[in-house]
């Protein structure tokens, strides 16, 4: 069953995207965000909770009998200096938590996401003849730490209001505008994040022979980290071991006493996960035996995202939809995605099933197939890119829809 296809939309919602886009808040810190949501929310008429798992915000809207489904948006922004040329381009900078100042820009596009479910919401409270049920709208703070989902589950978020029969929400990706993926299944992948200290012994650079030397250990550690996936983990299994950070010392002359490695771990498979970070703590204390470090290295771990899986029969349903109004050309299956999301854990938490879609939000006229295989993929900007930044027309207005056709899959009849 497909929602009607003239559903209006917002004009002013461009202009509160714009603010949002120029205004990115970090995670636990989107106090000026929330309460634009808040405000809007309570405009369209929807009961409205802020401060949900820190800095979270829930809408409820009920309109009689029926299901209730979740509809997310997560709203916080990154570490990340904007340069896309804009005239709303964000120039915010914050301290974070190590106390040094940093950019901040929504290169994921969260604020988009924020946007379409505020456009989404008041369609669906000014329409209320065309379904029924409760809708539960979450939006979601700090998702880029890992940690606002849970935030939002341990301060009762299912308890405090109604569990849903589905948990559903989107994403916007440099596919084509126009254009909605999703994969049924494992979707996007367990991400590990971990931060290894060696211990060394400093030295003047002159005295190698009075050291042990930190970097070496560390470059050591990081050649035989490489080997784990290469070399223990099944050819037919998926994962990417990145280490993206070396850090030990601050003059050329001096022989550090310490090194710190941080890496990523991305993987779909419990068994392969645990494998992996076994093997990062065999190879990291076997290192540092072996250059006779002094002390005992440590890994720890700075963030976890899950896997996240969508419910097949919840996704199919959604996509079907979506067919049915954008055509079947315009809906894609992207397979499986080596990103990483914690909006799975909304949808375990309460043992809902899970419909999570991309979004496409580049220029059309950049891509030639506007398919999986288009080479543009590999050339337009991508989300967490300094770079990226959605075409807002015609992404905005059809983020809205699909929420809207989406919700109403689930809550009832068409007007």
């Excluded at 979740?70 to 040329?85: Q, Y």
Aim: charged share 20%; with cysteine.
């Amino acid at each position: 069953m497909t929602a009607p296809a003239n559903i209006t939309i917002d004009p002013s919602l461009v202009d509160v995207y714009k603010d949002l886009h120029r205004h990115p808040e970090l995670g636990f810190r989107e106090h000026r965000t929330a309460s634009i949501v808040a405000d809007r929310l309570e405009a369209a008429g929807v009961e409205v909770t802020t401060g949900v798992g820190k800095t979270g915000v829930v809408g409820v809207l009920q309109n009689g009998d029926g299901p209730t489904i979740a509809l997310r948006a997560d709203i916080d922004a990154l570490p990340v200096r904007e340069d896309t040329g804009l005239d709303y381009a964000s120039t915010v900078t914050a301290t974070d938590d190590a106390g040094k100042s940093v950019p901040v820009g929504h290169a994921c596009g969260h604020d988009l996401h924020t946007t379409c479910l505020l456009g989404a919401a008041a369609v669906l409270a000014a329409n209320t003849r065309g379904w029924s049920g409760t809708l539960i709208l979450v939006f979601q703070p700090a998702e880029e730490l890992g940690a606002g989902a849970q935030a939002m589950v341990d301060d009762g978020l299912w308890d405090r209001f109604a569990r849903p029969d589905v948990v559903m929400g989107q994403h916007v990706a440099p596919l084509p505008a126009g254009k909605i993926a999703g994969h049924p299944g494992a979707s996007y992948a367990g991400s590990d994040s971990l931060r290894v200290r060696l211990v060394g012994r400093g030295a003047h650079g002159s005295m190698p022979e009075a050291s042990v030397d930190p970097i070496v250990l560390a470059a050591s550690t990081v050649l035989r980290l490489q080997t784990i996936v290469s070399r223990e983990i099944p050819s037919t299994a998926t994962a990417v071991l990145t280490v993206g950070s070396i850090h030990a010392g601050d003059a050329a002359n001096v022989i550090p006493g310490a090194a710190e490695i941080q890496l990523n771990i991305r993987s779909y498979d419990e068994g392969v996960r645990r494998k992996i970070l076994d093997g990062v703590e065999r190879i990291v204390r076997g290192e540092a035996a072996a250059s006779g470090a002094p002390d005992e290295p440590t890994v720890t771990e700075i963030e976890r995202f899950p896997v996240v899986t969508n419910d097949a029969d919840a996704l199919g349903k959604t996509l079907e939809t979506f067919a049915g109004w954008l055509g079947e050309g315009n809906i894609l299956d992207p397979g499986a995605g080596a990103g990483s999301e914690d909006v799975g854990i909304l949808a375990t938490s309460c043992g809902a099933p899970l419909s999570y879609w991309l979004l496409g939000g580049a220029d059309p006229s950049l891509f030639t197939t506007g398919d999986m295989t288009d080479p543009a993929l590999l050339t337009v900007p991508s989300n967490h890119s300094p770079h990226y930044a959605p075409v807002i027309d015609p992404t905005l207005p059809i983020g809205v829809r699909a929420l809207v056709h989406a919700a109403r899959t689930w809550l009832g009849p068409g007007i």
